[in-house]
């Protein structure tokens, strides 16, 4: 059974930093390729980040590119997006999504989803 769990969500002023975990059972994230999606109540799921460890390769949405670094612990089995310089815009519900179709940003790419983790980013 897969599942994906995120944590380190909460609340921080502008220019502020978090960063959040996604601990994965289930499958092995180092042959996976695995996400990070964020979605404000009443707007479309909005694809953050990705990662494709077999390949190192990684990649951004232009609104978080040199501010938020994805990664991934193979020994842990767990993904984390690191967030820095955090803006009020930042504010939303972040999901961790796991074995995408490659190196994407689009949610139906992706086969598996955690609950998600409120972020809050006050000016």
């Known amino acids: 059974q897969v599942q994906l769990v995120e944590s380190g969500g909460g609340s921080v002023q502008a220019g502020g930093s978090l960063r959040l975990s996604c601990a994965i059972s289930?499958?092995?994230?180092?042959?996976?390729?695995m996400g990070w999606f964020r979605q404000v109540q009443g707007k479309e799921r909005e694809g953050v980040a990705a990662?494709?460890?077999?390949?190192?390769?990684?990649y951004y949405a232009a609104s978080v590119k040199g501010r938020f670094t994805i990664s991934q612990d193979n020994a842990k089995n767990t993904v984390y997006l690191q967030m820095t310089s955090l803006k009020p815009e930042d504010t939303a519900v972040y999901y961790c999504?796991?074995?995408?179709?490659?190196?994407?940003?689009?949610?139906?790419?992706?086969?598996?989803w955690g609950q998600g983790t409120q972020v809050t980013v006050s000016s």
């Open positions: 999504a796991a074995q995408g179709q490659g190196l994407v940003l689009s949610a139906t790419s992706y086969k598996f």
């Open positions: 289930g499958f092995t994230v180092s042959r996976a390729c």
């Open positions: 990662i494709c460890t077999a390949g190192g390769s990684t």
